[in-house]
């Protein structure tokens, strides 16, 4: 029923996650100059799927950032941020938190919007600090130190009216979950090649909209962050001119990943995703374990945050588990020995891995019938979803 995986480590951490076999072949291709035309013509298709993955205007503008998310992140503030700007930053986790410190360093006078850990940002209070003195407005789409999901929707749609830019961080979102980036009115997006499409880590996908460039094209003062810089970007991309050599195979890793997920189709990919977190929950609950974003409709499925039942020994267990050769994420900073996340992305949102969990659970804990328990659950959620569709 279910493939052997035991030769390998199993992810289900929320990022990296495992890598798609088609992004694992084209990673060991030949390599290619970063200014070959085989390579444009690949750029080329990337840009074309990305356009749909993020749901971008047909001719948006996409690439991909030499670095990790945060790279995405920090380029945004650096090309769209000016010293003085008011930026006004939803923080409800770790990297909320993350965004409110870049826009500070690029010399923003940061506004925050808070709620506590474990609840999303509430528009009524995007809306009370959004005034006409506000350039940009920050949110992060899925909080993975949290697994909250931020409604993003409605708080564009405050933005919209503004005139400020609005920046989505799209890390556990994109490519698993619905993002609309034209219809939502987002002008910069980012996100990881390592969390929802499954590829190796080291690329950034950004889109940035024509509002923004045109921000871009006022600002006062030079760009701060030469390497990212948004017009260096796009003559690479687009003019096909030299600014820095690209890892050139991730680019192939990455093609590969996005066509695959496109090819199951997003829609599929959000199905397989909420029917894996229904599974995982309804398996574990027995043992103690709970969703610790109360609100159902505030919880992020691809990143599943469970409280640990009471006198559980965190550490411990997911030490043991990383001895069987699994990767576990606990909490962070206050959440560190509350609660588990577990990685719903990409390849590692299937019931293979989750299969190898539950074995492995089960005898750490001592806790009989567990893996009978979770093929029992699997089962009736799939015959639950076949009856749906």
């Not at 080329?44 to 993955?53: F, G």
């Amino acid at each position: 029923m279910f493939e052997d995986t035991h030769d390998e480590h199993v992810l289900l951490t929320p990022g990296p996650t495992p890598i798609h076999p088609r992004a694992q072949k084209a990673l060991i291709r030949s390599m290619l100059g970063h200014m070959d035309p085989e390579v444009f013509a690949l750029n080329s298709e990337i840009q074309r799927d990305l356009r749909e993955m993020y749901g971008t205007e047909p001719e948006g503008f996409t690439a991909l950032l030499a670095g990790t998310g945060s790279l995405g992140m920090e380029a945004g503030f650096a090309n769209l941020v000016e010293a003085g700007d008011e930026v006004l930053v939803c923080a409800n986790g770790s990297f909320g938190r993350r965004m409110a410190e870049m826009a500070a360093r690029y010399g923003a006078k940061v506004r925050l919007v808070t709620a506590p850990l474990g609840e999303a940002i509430k528009p009524a209070d995007v809306a009370a600090h959004l005034d006409d003195d506000i350039s940009m407005v920050a949110v992060v789409h899925g909080e993975t130190s949290t697994g909250v999901l931020n409604p993003v929707p409605e708080i564009a749609e405050l933005v919209r009216g503004s005139g400020a830019l609005l920046t989505v961080d799209a890390v556990t979102t994109a490519g698993m979950e619905p993002f609309h980036m034209q219809q939502w009115g987002v002008d910069y997006a980012y996100t990881g090649a390592q969390k929802c499409l499954s590829a190796p880590p080291g690329l950034a996908p950004v889109a940035i909209s024509e509002r923004a460039f045109s921000r871009f094209a006022a600002r006062r003062t030079q760009t701060p962050l030469w390497y990212c810089d948004f017009e260096g970007l796009r003559d690479y991309w687009v003019n096909h001119t030299y600014h820095h050599t690209v890892p050139v195979n991730l680019h192939f890793a990455f093609h590969a990943a996005l066509r695959a997920a496109l090819e199951e189709g997003l829609e599929a990919r959000q199905a397989r995703v909420r029917l894996m977190g229904r599974v995982i929950e309804r398996t574990l609950a027995p043992l103690g374990f709970s969703h610790y974003v109360r609100r159902p409709e505030d919880r992020l499925p691809t990143v599943l945050a469970l409280r640990l039942p009471e006198g559980f020994d965190d550490a411990g267990l997911r030490q043991a588990l990383r001895q069987r050769e699994i990767s576990v994420t606990g909490g962070l900073g206050p959440t560190a020995g509350v609660i588990w996340r577990l990685g719903l992305m990409g390849e590692s949102a299937r019931p293979g891995p989750y299969h190898r969990l539950m074995t492995e659970l089960e005898d750490l804990l001592g806790a009989p019938g567990l893996l009978d328990r979770y093929e029992a659950v699997l089962a009736e959620e799939q015959r639950g979803e076949l009856a749906l569709a």
